[in-house]
C-alpha cells in the first residue's frame, strides 16, 4: 500500500475533494501522496427511497441517522484488518488539537463519519468503536466541512507536501505557542516600518525576538496555553 488513505463517509459526497482538490493537497492528490474515497451512506438507505434517517426515540425536533444503515455503509468500506482510526465529526467529541492532527498524519489513513440532522444513533458509536472528534465550540449543519478541516490539516503534514519543513516545525501549536509576526516588503508601509532587528541579518537576535514575541503573544491571547 502507498500514501495516505482517506475514506469518507457522507449524504453529501459531492462535498469532497471540494476545497482539497485546490492548492497544496490538490496537488498532493494529484500526485498520489494522498487519496480520497467519499462513500454516500444513502446507497444503503432503506425501502425505495433509500431512507437513512428516523425520528429520534423519545421525541423531540428533527431526524437521526439510523444505526443499521450506518454500519452497512462502514461495513462496505473497512475490514476487520483496517486499523485507520474511525473518526465520527461531532461537536461532542475530543477537540481537534495539532497534536492529533500530527498523530493521524503518521498513521496510514483515516475513515471519517460525516453526521447530518441531529447527529446519529448512539449505539453505533460504540458498536463500531468510532472516535468523536470536534473542531471546535460551534454547531455546524453537517459534518462534511469539519472533515475537510481535519484532513486539510492532515495532509499538509504528509511527507513531500509542504516544500520546507521547517515552515511546519515553526508553525502555531507546534511549539505549544502562538506563532511570532510576520513582515515581508515594502519596508515602510503607510507610516509603519518593520521592525530593525528583523533586517539585521543577526540571526541569533532574530531567533531570540521571534521567540520573545511568541511568548508575549501566547500569553495576552491564550493564557490557557501558557499554563500548559
Ligand atoms: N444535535 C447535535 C448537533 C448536530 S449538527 C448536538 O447538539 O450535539 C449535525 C452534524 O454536524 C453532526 O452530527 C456532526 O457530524 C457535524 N458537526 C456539527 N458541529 C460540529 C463540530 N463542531 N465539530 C465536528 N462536527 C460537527
Not at 494522498?34 to 434517517?53: F, M, P, Q, Y
Not at 428533527?62 to 475490514?79: N, Q, W, Y
Not at 453526521?115 to 465550540?137: H, K, P
Amino acid at each position: 500500500m502507498s500514501g495516505f488513505r482517506a475514506d469518507v463517509l457522507t449524504l453529501f459526497p459531492d462535498m469532497f475533494p471540494g476545497a482539497l482538490g485546490l492548492s497544496l493537497a490538490g496537488e498532493a492528490l494529484k500526485q498520489g501522496t494522498w487519496s480520497l474515497h467519499a462513500h454516500d451512506i444513502r446507497d444503503h438507505g432503506l425501502g425505495k427511497h433509500r431512507a437513512v434517517d428516523d425520528t429520534p426515540a423519545g421525541g423531540g425536533a428533527g431526524m437521526v441517522i439510523r444505526a443499521d444503515v450506518l454500519a452497512a455503509s462502514l461495513d462496505s468500506v473497512v475490514d476487520a484488518q483496517d486499523r485507520r482510526p474511525r473518526l465520527l465529526m461531532s461537536p461532542r467529541g475530543k477537540p481537534l488539537t495539532q497534536e492529533m492532527v500530527r498523530h493521524f498524519a503518521a498513521g496510514e489513513g483515516v475513515v471519517i463519519i460525516c453526521g447530518r440532522f441531529e447527529g446519529v444513533d448512539e449505539r453505533v458509536i460504540e458498536g463500531r468503536n468510532l472516535q468523536e472528534v470536534s473542531i471546535g465550540d460551534y454547531i455546524l449543519s453537517g459534518g462534511e466541512p469539519a472533515a475537510l478541516v481535519l484532513l486539510d490539516a492532515i495532509v499538509r503534514l504528509l511527507p513531500g507536501v509542504m516544500g520546507k519543513t521547517e515552515s511546519g516545525e515553526d508553525e502555531s501549536f507546534e511549539n505549544g505557542l502562538l506563532e511570532y509576526p510576520h513582515y515581508t516588503r515594502p519596508r515602510e508601509w503607510e507610516g509603519q516600518a518593520i521592525p530593525d532587528i528583523l533586517l539585521s541579518g543577526d540571526h541569533k537576535k532574530i531567533a531570540e525576538w521571534r521567540r520573545a514575541e511568541s511568548g508575549k503573544l501566547t500569553k495576552e491571547r491564550r493564557p490557557d496555553l501558557v499554563k500548559k
